[in-house]
């Protein structure tokens, strides 16, 4: 294999790390949210705030994912 098929399974690799693990943290932070809300409906305006803010910094790691992969992909 040469390095072209290397550089396209770096990418491939990036690509799949920075989108699995962001998503099941997204996943796992919306259900402790909503189960917060749940329990206490007073306090939903400032937990979904804070959930937003905490899907958006777990949003910038993929699109940081794809940014690398870009670059890698750019070397081929």
């Known amino acids: 294999m040469n390095n072209t098929g290397l550089i396209a ?3 491939a690799i990036a690509i799949a790390v920075s989108t699995l693990f962001p998503a099941l943290g997204q996943g ?3 259900k402790a949210a909503l189960e917060s809300i749940a329990r206490q409906p007073d ?3 400032d937990i979904r705030s804070t959930l ?7 949003e910038t790691l993929t699109i ?4 690398i992969a870009l670059m ?5």
């Open 72 to 76: 890698l992909v750019s070397k081929i």
């Open 52 to 58: 937003i803010i905490s899907l958006s910094l777990m």
């Open 43 to 45: 306090a939903a305006r």
């Open 28 to 30: 796992l932070a919306s």
């Open 9 to 11: 399974i770096a990418a």
């Open 64 to 67: 940081y994912g794809l940014l």
